[in-house]
Each structure stands twice: as C-alpha cells, then as structure tokens.
C-alpha cells in the first residue's frame, strides 16, 4: 500500500484487474438512476387514502385504464430527485468557465436578503400602500443603475438581457415614428461578432441587419463602419467590451459616427462586469443600453432562467420607456402602470407594458443586495480582478495554446483552434476532454469570428489556487492532443454518459416515455 501527499493511504489497481464496468451501471457513488415511470410500482403507494366516497359523476369521461404513476415510498422519492440534482452541475459545485455568460459566485447573504419575508411573500397585485419597501428597493436599484452607468433614465421591467435589447430597440423605433423617419430608417449595424440576439432583436422590430466586419486587432473596423452610415441608418448595436473580450478603444468616436449620421447607439452591457466602477456608458455616448443583473450582479442564472435585463436611457429615448414605473412623491412610491397614467404625468410618449407586472423582484433584491454589500469600491474591484483574472489565465494558457488575438484581454480570454491544427482533435472534444477532468466546458465556437473559438471567463470570484488547477487541466489536454491522444475524439469517459448525439437530440426530440413491453 502507498500514501498519497496527504499521507492517506492508496492502493494502486493495474488496469488489467479494474473491472471495466459495475452490474449496476454505477460509478461508484455515482449512482445510475432510473426515470421515475421505469421503478414500476404503479400499483404501490407512499400514503394510506381512503376509498372515494359520494357518486361518480364523470359518466363515459371517467378513465378507462390505469392511470400510471409511479408509487414510491417517500425515502424513495427523496432519493430519486436528490440523485438527479446531483448529476446537475452548478457554480457551487466548480468553476464555470462559459464566456460571455458570466457565471460567477451567487453570495448566500443575496438568497437570504431575497428570502425576506416582506420581499418573498408579497403579491405583484397587491395595494401599492402596503408594499411601499418593494417599491423602494426598485427605486433605490434603478438609482445604483443610473450611477454607475451615467445615464439619466432606466426601464426596469424588462426579464433577461434579450428582452431588454427588445425594450431598448422598440425605444429606438418609437423615436424615429415620433422624427417621422421610422420609414427611412430602417438598417441596423452590428458587428459580426455580436451575439445573436442583437440581429435577431433588431430583426424582430422590422430593421435589416448590416454586419460591421472586425479588423486584425479583434475590434471593430472604424473605417468600414464610417463607410456603412447613412441617412438610412436607425441604430447601431455594439457589445463594449465585445465578444472577444476586447475593449473598443473606438468607441467614442463610434458613437459620434452614429449620431453624425441620426441613428442612436444601442450598447450591449452584457459585458458591464469588465468595466462597472470604471467606465460610465453615458460618457462614451451610448444611448440606451441593457444590463444583465444576473450576469454583472451576480443574481443565479443558468437553463434558460430567471433573469432580469433593466435598459438604461439617454435623454433622447427617456421619453419612449415602457410603463410600468416607479415615481416617488412626498415620501411616498407608486408605481405609474399604464400608458394613460403616464400621460397624466406629462409622459405623452410613454411605451406600453412588456411585462404582466414590474420585472423580477428577486432578481432586484439579490442585485440590490450586491451592490450594497460591495459597495462603490467593492463593484470596482470586482471589475478589475475580473479583468485581472481573464489576464492570467491567458498568459498561463499561452504556454500550449493559441490566443485568437495578441495583446491584453477584458474579462474573459479567446482561443483559437491554431494549437490543434494538425492533430485530429478539434474544439468540441477539447471541451468533452475538460468534462472528465471535473470541469464545465467553457463557450465554444463562439464568437462566429474566431476558428473553432474558446471563450474563457473565469470571473473575479475565482481563487489563484483554483485558475492554476483549471490552467493545468486545460494545459494537459492540450498536451496530449499535440501527442497525438486520440481517446480526446471520444471523451468523455468518466462521466455517467458518453458523447451524445446532441445535434440529433435537438433535431429529433424523443419528448414521450413509453413503457418496455
Ligand atoms: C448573455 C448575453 C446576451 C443575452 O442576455 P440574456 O439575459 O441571456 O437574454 C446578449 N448579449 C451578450 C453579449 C450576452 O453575453
């Protein structure tokens, strides 16, 4: 028997005696858990009820054949749905390295503050005199919001970052009706590295959509830009810091380009974590602008939901901001909800709801609750380790693999698949390899600019000790690929599944469980 550095001893199995596989299908404690309709106990029950009583009144509607739910014993319930939140990877159990996304540490004193009960357990339908704490932490965020972003006004309702593109591109559509231009104006241009949803939300409200093509440093091409506007054009979009993880040093002069021209900059704050405490949008021209709460203030996020997309306004689109929203007169908050009560108000431009009620409260009170509890300086130095830690990673990772483009990164760090070339391992195996080293993946093939791209962001919250353990896992990847390992095309090979055919999953969903005979 061997010890291992902790002084624990290990027993070292030659590989020819390790059974390859278990009679169970289980990894060790890494239990193989059936559905729930496969435990075929239909005819079992965890509790005792009574037999019906009184007359059946369905007549022909009552069912013919049983109905089939799995009975299970509470213990056995318990285990079934705790085993499979144990197969769900999430920021509390490792890194999540996905750029662009932002995952970064969710702190328990947000879940705690947002368990409140005056904040968890109040209705959106109830009268606004006894909710006047809620609306006042809306207030109060919308306050932190315009002071760090230097903006005059803010939407606060809109639930993720793409509904708040939507919000500030409908303000945008609003305000060329109201020039009497919304028929001439009719293109948008946004880089060909942006994120989808900045096409498809300026799709979405009618415009044509013109790529501005980057130049060798990653950024966008000031000159092809200068070339693109004309009296046509109603807006531009740009993400700053882009989807490289660079910052447009242009940016200004991108701005005065778009307004010399009549069009409005609409910014993509996505990537506001980069550079919150640092740099107010409202100094760089932008004149509407989303921010992802669940990404730069950390409220959870991830599958699809929930989250929370307030849009930021300059002077020109203030006017054209959807109701509902929060005024505060004598002491006192209400809430202006429909367009005719914003008209009473002076607001005759005011845009109707997107949302049934005010936005995502929870997500107010986790992004209030970080912002109070950072503090100015303590957002700002979120902001630098952010963009401190994406550095070192990049410099220790440049050892075996190459960056998309050369020169200091943002928050987050490309690669390309130059460092593969040649050795039958692409991006996607590279990611499946990481798998088994118990990492996330991080984001590939995005940005669409970069071959076979591999955005990094490994956020502020993560420890030195913890960016080398991930640079040497990447780095022994790389390492075996360049060595020719080709177990990398078929990995992973720890986890509880193996490569799955994903584009034929999404293609065929088999969404309907039938029993085996
Ligand atoms: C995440 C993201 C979006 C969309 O935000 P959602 O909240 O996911 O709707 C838009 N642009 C960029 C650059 C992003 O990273």
Not at 216 to 221: A, M, S
Not at 293 to 314: C, D, E, I, Q, R
Request: charged letters at 20%; one cysteine or more.
């Amino acid at each position: 028997m061997g010890m291992n550095v902790q002084g624990r001893p290990t027993q070292q199995v030659a590989e020819s005696v390790a059974p390859s596989s278990t009679f169970t299908g289980n990894r060790a404690l890494q239990i193989e858990e059936s559905l729930i309709f496969e435990k075929n106990a239909f005819d079992e029950t965890g509790v005792d009820l009574p037999e019906p009583v009184g007359v059946n009144r369905l007549g022909a509607h009552a069912r013919q054949s049983p109905i089939n739910l799995p009975g299970l014993s509470e213990p056995e319930t318990m285990r079934h749905y705790v085993r499979l939140s144990q197969k769900n990877f999430s920021i509390d159990s490792g890194p999540f390295p996905l750029g662009s996304c932002t995952m970064k540490h969710n702190p328990r004193l947000n879940e705690k503050m947002a368990r409140l009960p005056g904040f968890a357990d109040i209705h959106p339908l109830q009268p606004q005199s006894t909710v006047q704490g809620a609306l006042e932490l809306i207030d109060e965020l919308a306050h932190w919001l315009l002071e760090l972003t230097g903006m005059p006004a803010v939407a606060m309702s809109p639930k993720a970052g793409a509904h708040g593109e939507l919000c500030g591109m409908m303000a945008i559509k609003a305000a060329l009706i109201d020039r009497g231009e919304a028929k001439s104006r009719t293109r948008v241009l946004a880089p060909e590295s942006a994120h989808g949803t900045n096409p498809a939300t300026a799709a979405q409200c009618g415009f044509t959509v013109d790529a501005i093509p980057a130049d060798e440093t990653g950024r966008i091409d000031l000159e092809a830009l200068r070339q693109k506007m004309g009296p046509d054009v109603a807006a531009i979009m740009v993400t700053n810091p882009n989807t490289c993880g660079l910052f447009e040093r242009d940016i200004r002069a991108i701005a005065d380009a778009v307004h010399e021209a009549g069009g409005y900059f609409y910014c993509d704050g996505a990537n506001f974590n980069a550079i919150a405490g640092k740099v107010r949008p409202g100094d760089l021209g932008v004149d509407a602008m989303h921010i992802n709460l669940h990404k730069t203030f950390s409220t959870p996020h991830g599958g699809g939901g929930p989250g929370a997309g307030p849009v930021v306004l300059s002077e020109a689109l203030a006017p054209f901001a959807p109701v509902p929203y929060v005024v505060k007169e004598g002491g006192r908050y209400h809430l202006v909800e429909t367009r005719r009560a914003a008209e009473a108000e002076g607001e005759s431009h005011a845009g109707g709801r997107l949302t049934a009620f005010h936005g995502q409260m929870g997500m107010f009170v986790r992004a209030l609750s970080y912002m109070l509890s950072h503090g100015g300086d303590g957002i700002r130095q979120a902001a630098e380790d952010a963009v401190l830690n994406a550095n070192y990673v990049l410099a220790r990772l440049k050892a075996e693999m190459t960056p998309a483009f050369d020169g200091y990164c943002m928050h987050e760090c490309l690669f390309d698949d130059e460092f593969l070339k040649g050795t039958g391992v692409e991006t996607i195996d590279f990611a499946k390899a990481m798998i088994d080293e118990g990492y996330h993946p991080m984001t590939m093939y995005f940005p669409l600019v970069v071959h076979g791209a591999m955005l990094i962001e490994p956020t502020e919250s993560e420890s030195k000790q913890e960016l080398d353990r991930f640079c040497d896992a990447l780095l022994s990847i790389a390492r075996r690929a360049k060595a020719g390992d080709q177990s990398l095309k078929t990995a992973p090979h720890f986890a509880p599944r193996r490569r799955l055919d994903e584009t034929g999953a999404a293609r065929n969903p088999v969404l309907r469980w039938t029993p085996a005979e």
